[in-house]
């Protein structure tokens, strides 16, 4: 169990975090979103204890994360925004270098990098870190936070700047380090990634947490289910003059429902009019559209 009770931090009278509360289960992916600004690695360093909050509790299972950081970092694996790898070293040296810092084994090293290449498709080749693309250096990163077999990661946008194919690479392995009963804290850009993997997401603005929730209760706080109706007619003309609008899209008519009652008035009058509904979608608010609701 992870519990945080009146999180804050105050930069020189700036408010970075504002009273943040939240709770969540070991063996879940924690997704925390929101503007530039609005606290995210702030309060990332905060649960990885590398900032110390002006106000306010933190426990992870045991530790009480404010009064004794440095209990976390042996069951921590964090890996922040910019990987900041040792470029002038090979890949396996540089696993080898943290490993020691964690007092493995070579054999437990050599055990566990092997493990960590395979399962994160990395191929040394005996390069240096220097040589990597972009993708493989952020390969590199999580091998190194990953290298002690942590039970507890932080992760500060994982799938920054990467290319689709290695984003989504990245989004897949990080719900098998799920399945395997690791827990993670996660913040990114990329709110359809998030909306896919993580079982609870905060909206953090100006320091504040503004909402927190599974998606299903999030989507129920921003906004209910709504339709779109696709739908063929040969006289177009005939809906000029009623209340809803139509759109032309893949080669259909389209008319968009916020409730029911619209939508049984939709399908009303294209039917009065002589059309026919082809499909009728339903969707909730994504999270996209609820942080435009929240504004900056």
């Given at each position: 169990?992870?519990?945080?009770?009146?999180?804050?931090?105050?930069?020189?009278?700036?408010?970075?975090?504002?009273?943040?509360?939240?709770?969540?289960?070991?063996?879940?992916?924690?997704?925390?979103?929101?503007?530039?600004?609005?606290?995210?690695?702030?309060?990332?360093?905060?649960i990885s204890g590398l900032v110390t909050p002006t106000g306010g509790e933190l426990f992870i299972n045991d530790i009480d994360v404010v009064?004794?950081?440095?209990?976390?970092?042996?069951?921590?694996?964090?890996l922040p925004e910019e990987s900041r790898l040792y470029e002038t070293m090979?890949?396996?040296?540089?696993?080898?270098?943290?490993?020691?810092?964690?007092?493995?084994?070579?054999?437990?090293?050599?055990?566990?990098?092997n493990q960590l290449f395979a399962a994160?498709?990395?191929e040394p080749d005996g390069k240096k870190i220097g040589e990597f693309s972009k993708g493989m250096k952020r390969k590199a990163?999580?091998?190194?936070?990953?290298?002690?077999?942590?039970?507890?990661?932080?992760?500060?946008?994982?799938?920054?700047?990467?290319?689709?194919?290695?984003?989504?690479?990245?989004?897949?392995?990080l719900r098998r380090l799920k399945s395997d009963g690791k827990t993670i804290?996660?913040?990114?850009?990329?709110?359809?990634?998030v909306e896919a993997i993580c079982d609870k997401v905060m909206i953090l603005r100006r320091g504040k947490m503004v909402a927190f929730g599974s998606m299903k209760e999030l989507r129920e706080q921003f906004g209910s289910l709504t339709y779109t109706i696709f739908f063929s007619i040969d006289n177009p003309g005939k809906l000029i003059g009623h209340s809803k609008t139509y759109r032309q899209e893949e080669g259909l008519y389209v008319c968009d429902a916020e409730s029911m009652g619209e939508?049984?008035?939709?399908?009303?009058?294209?039917?009065?009019?002589?059309?026919?509904?082809?499909?009728?979608?339903?969707?909730?608010?994504?999270l996209e559209e609820m942080l435009l609701k929240i504004g900056k």
């Open positions: 169990m992870i519990t945080a009770r009146n999180l804050a931090k105050h930069y020189d009278g700036f408010v970075a975090l504002d009273g943040v509360n939240f709770e969540f289960e070991d063996g879940e992916i924690f997704g925390i979103i929101g503007h530039n600004g609005a606290g995210k690695t702030t309060l990332l360093k905060i009064r004794n950081p440095v209990a976390l970092k042996e069951r921590l694996g964090y090979t890949v396996e040296n540089y696993l080898a270098f943290f490993g020691e810092i964690y007092g493995l084994s070579p054999q437990e090293i050599r055990v566990r990098s994160l498709s990395l990163a999580i091998a190194r936070s990953l290298i002690h077999d942590p039970s507890f990661l932080v992760y500060d946008e994982a799938t920054s700047g990467l290319d689709p194919m290695t984003s989504r690479f990245i989004a897949d392995y804290v996660l913040s990114a850009h990329n709110l359809y990634q939508l049984n008035e939709c399908t009303g009058l294209i039917g009065e009019a002589g059309g026919k509904v082809e499909k009728i979608e339903s969707r909730y608010p994504s």
